[in-house]
């Protein structure tokens, strides 16, 4: 395991990050307290110091779990935690982006992480509702008082973030220093925006997802049902093409569909330059197979079979601008003669 600065910090963190949203039963699926333990410590033990919990996971039992594993050594683990999903349902103050959730939320957090401080503070999702500068000056004000080391963003779009970040730079505020987004070779869509933007700022990415919901191990193509029954954007005619690439690169490499995923994910040379994908596990089998995604490189031409399968399309404006008419007029037939070191 390497350790990677998180975005423009100094904060070290292992290069892949544990998620912990299977750490409790309540939903119907997830890993039991003695399984959960099996899961940390094989993640602890292989150098990952990175855990990534929220308020909601398993309805709180997540962040006990992980409050409890990491007592012994809190100040060895880099705790992240999330705000803005509901807490109690029916009532519209306990859930949302506010000053008044965010610190009722923070608060039970570290009561139930038994915990004096949290290391990284996301805002878990875009609330549609608050005011960025009501956010920031709230996280700025956790970050003065202790309880918060630094702050992310997730499930946001781009402009609201460049937004929040350039506001921060000139009031003085803490500003975001991580982006957490879903991306895989299913879900490439951040690619357009969120990505760059991720990079001009010096953002580290934190993907989750990057096994499509398990689409990308092949389930699917073996006729598993799965959670997620309904067709979606990960049991598309696409999404199983993509995965049976996937399937048929793994076994050529002699690793298993899951590395290939979270490789591709983690070297993707369309990333920014620090990407930590998430991985998370019901099953102490699963955490052991996926850390092996750090053992290999996947070859020049495996990787173009990867990039041409999940293919996207980039959209106005980027499609326009990268045309070769249009960087003819726009450069005057010079383009080609400029070395651009920021591309």
């Known amino acids: 395991m390497r350790y990677k600065l998180l975005g423009r910090s100094g904060l070290r963190v ?96 570290l009561e139930r992480l038994d915990t004096e401080y949290i290391d990284l503070l996301w805002v878990h999702a875009w609330d549609g509702f608050t005011p960025v500068d009501e956010i920031l000056r709230g996280l700025d004000d956790l970050v003065s008082s202790g309880m918060v080391h630094y702050i992310g963003i997730s499930d946001t779009p781009a402009w609201i973030i460049s937004q929040a970040n350039t506001i921060a730079d000139f009031r003085g505020w803490n500003r975001f220093v991580a982006l957490q987004v879903e991306y895989s070779l299913i879900q490439r869509t951040v690619e357009r925006d969120l990505l760059p933007m991720a990079t001009a700022f010096d953002m580290a990415v934190t993907p989750w997802g990057a096994l499509a919901g398990g689409a990308l191990t092949g389930k699917y193509l073996r006729g598993e049902a799965g959670r997620v029954v309904e067709k979606s954007i990960r049991r598309s005619e ?8 996937v399937v048929d690169v793994a076994a050529r490499m002699g690793v298993t569909p899951a590395q290939v995923a979270y490789n591709w994910t983690h070297r993707n040379p369309n990333t920014p330059p620090v990407v930590i994908p998430i991985i998370g596990a019901r099953m102490l089998e699963q955490v052991q197979d996926t850390l092996g995604c750090l053992n290999f490189t996947i070859p020049a031409e495996e990787m173009t079979l990867l990039q041409e399968a999940s293919a996207f399309d980039i959209g106005f404006p980027h499609d326009f601008l990268s045309n070769p008419p249009t960087r003819a007029i726009i450069h005057g037939g010079t383009f080609d003669q400029i070395d651009n070191h920021r591309a």
């Open 14 to 109: 292992s290069e892949l990050a544990l998620g912990t949203m299977t750490f409790g039963s309540e939903w119907g699926w997830g890993a039991d307290h003695e399984t959960s333990k099996q899961i940390f410590d094989a993640f602890a033990n292989a150098g990952g110091n990175f855990i990534d919990t929220a308020n909601r996971y398993t309805e709180g039992t997540s962040e006990k779990y992980v409050g409890e594993f990491i007592k012994a050594d809190r100040d060895h683990f880099v705790l992240a935690t999330k705000y803005t999903l509901f807490d109690k349902q029916s009532d519209p103050n306990f859930s949302g982006n506010h000053r008044k959730n965010m610190m009722r939320s923070v608060e039970t957090s």
């Open 238 to 245: 696409r999404s199983n093409t993509i995965a049976q690439v």
